[in-house]
């Protein structure tokens, strides 16, 4: 015997871009670049199991709201628009229980004085995740990938166990670089008071403070002191997870060539890498239910 187990669907990274002529300032163009998804759960056995797809809302009709509510709501912030289309799911599809959005967004910046013209803002991409659940209710996790950091000193590692395999040397000064991941969860009560613009900038300048100003005994030291300035930060935050990639960087030896190397000329190995994760939450943080799923 089988049973369904649990199951959604949705229209995986839509591509869309907007723009809200003259509403900057000076009469500036603004750039909206995001890769929307989404996901809705309910009452969808049907379609498993007999091919009734009387309950399933077309994941190109899910697509075209998206296009929709862009137009509706213009160049809003993307927690903003993922919490309207999360519940517009819900609300106008009756089989449909849970709707999750997630969206990251491509940042640009302007260029000269033209008011239309931008590049873009490297790597970093701002994330954002919305689950409205009948039952449980709504949660908000917003975020950002791929925050490249280093600190070219003022970083050690040692005193760690040492068994057959281990050849690593003890440092007392060392690179230290990482790619920051981060999501952080707000207090459910909250949602509706949010300026979300301001929140994600002070968690970006947060993060980049709190690096440049930690002396650092390892990575996992440096997780739990950003985590823990970022809710100090932000009091609508209640819970931070961070992955940080050590992005190990070794001393070249130049002896060969008769030369030294007092900490100057260093390899940069991308894989592989020393892989730290975790979570910070705030004293009486609720129950992260569906939020990270």
């Given amino acids: 015997m089988v049973q369904l187990g649990a199951n959604r669907y949705g229209k995986a990274e839509i591509r869309m871009v907007r723009v809200a002529r003259g509403a900057g300032p000076g009469g500036s163009d603004v750039l909206r670049d995001w890769n929307v998804s989404t996901s809705l759960s309910g009452d969808l056995a049907g379609s498993h199991l007999t091919g009734d797809n009387s309950n399933v809302l077309a994941t190109d009709s899910q697509k075209n709201r998206v296009y929709a509510l862009a137009k509706e709501l213009g160049a809003v912030e993307p927690e903003t628009f993922a919490l309207a289309l999360a519940a517009f799911f819900t609300a106008s599809q009756e089989p449909i229980s849970r709707a999750r959005v997630a969206i990251e967004q491509y940042g640009w910046n302007p260029v000269g004085s033209t008011g239309y013209s931008f590049a873009r ?77 301001a929140a994600f900038t002070t ?3 947060t993060i980049l403070g709190t690096f440049a100003g930690t002396y650092s005994y390892s990575l996992q030291q440096m997780l739990y002191t950003i985590g823990s300035a970022i809710i100090a930060a932000v009091p609508e935050i209640c819970e931070v997870r961070l992955t940080l990639p050590n992005k190990h960087h070794f001393i070249v030896d130049l002896t060969p060539f008769g030369l030294d190397n007092d900490r ?8 592989p890498y020393g892989l730290i994760e975790g979570s910070v939450l705030a004293d009486w943080a609720p129950d992260p239910g569906l939020a990270w799923t």
Avoid: C, Q
């Fill in 203 to 205: 968690v970006k300048e």
């Fill in 121 to 197: 803002a490297g790597d970093l991409v701002r994330t954002t995740t919305v689950i409205h659940d009948a039952e449980a209710g709504t949660s908000v996790v917003s975020g950002l990938k791929d925050l490249i950091v280093m600190n070219t000193t003022a970083s050690e590692f040692w005193g760690y166990p040492k068994d057959p395999y281990t050849t690593l040397p003890e440092t007392k000064d060392r690179i230290l670089a990482t790619a920051v991941n981060a999501g952080w969860r707000f207090w459910p009560d909250t949602l509706d008071r949010m300026d979300w613009g």
């Fill in 264 to 271: 100057e000329v260093y390899h940069a190995d991308d894989r």
